[in-house]
């Protein structure tokens, strides 16, 4: 009976050393390796699942998150067209004044994602352009433009959801309440004052 314990107490011991010794990283057979195992993509890499190959991608068209704004009614304008930049002047901003601590996120997310192009200044000269020294070959829009401070909130919003000229869509980089944000941050700096929409029965139509 002793000599039954004894063997059975190094069987245990030399079971619990083996497991103690085993490769962690290789646990075995997995139920469901998709679940173990990501298959996401790096932002910005190639991506042979959608034609155009880009990765990064703006929402589903009709989907909402849950901390969602109302949907932007204005639809993206066709190649040569600025009908609908002209009607989201009539878009007010949906989102209150900012209290400090909430500009100061507007601000950060300007410097992320905008400075880089328009400048810490809004001046259209940021690190890109650098006063010609950089590799933009053409200034960015300075925002500081009277034509720039005379668009609605809603046209700076346009801009940055769907772009505009050369620069491109913000979409997937910033929500919905995040560009807004960034138009609060841009309209205090610029003037602070949105301008009255004017009537044009031809951005009415």
């Avoid at 059975?8 to 195992?37: E, N, Q, T």
């Avoid at 990765?55 to 600025?82: H, K």
């Avoid at 300007?110 to 259209?124: F, S």
Wanted: contains cysteine.
């Amino acid at each position: 009976m002793k000599t039954i314990s004894t063997i059975s107490s190094v069987v245990l011991v030399i079971a619990i050393a083996a497991a103690s010794c085993s490769d962690s990283s290789k646990p075995g057979r997995i139920y469901m390796p998709d679940m173990a195992y990501s298959r996401a993509y790096e932002t910005y890499s190639e991506n042979d699942i959608f034609p155009d190959k880009q990765t990064n991608r703006t929402p589903v068209a009709g989907t909402i998150s849950r901390d969602q704004l109302p949907p932007f009614p204005i639809a993206e304008d066709a190649p040569g067209d600025t009908t609908n930049h002209g009607k989201a002047r009539f878009i007010s901003n949906p989102l209150p004044a900012l209290d400090s601590a909430h500009m100061k996120e507007a601000e950060r997310l300007y410097l992320v994602y905008c400075g880089i192009c328009h400048g810490a200044k809004l001046d259209g000269n940021g690190p890109l352009w650098k006063g010609g020294d950089g590799p933009f070959p053409a200034a960015p829009k300075n925002l500081t433009d009277p034509d720039i401070v005379g668009q609605g909130d809603g046209q700076l919003y346009y801009t940055m959801t769907y772009g505009k000229n050369k620069m491109g869509s913000y979409a997937s980089q910033l929500s919905d309440k995040q560009r807004w944000m960034v138009v609060h941050y841009i309209r205090t700096k610029i003037g602070g004052v949105t301008p009255a929409p004017v009537a044009d029965n031809a951005a009415k139509k």
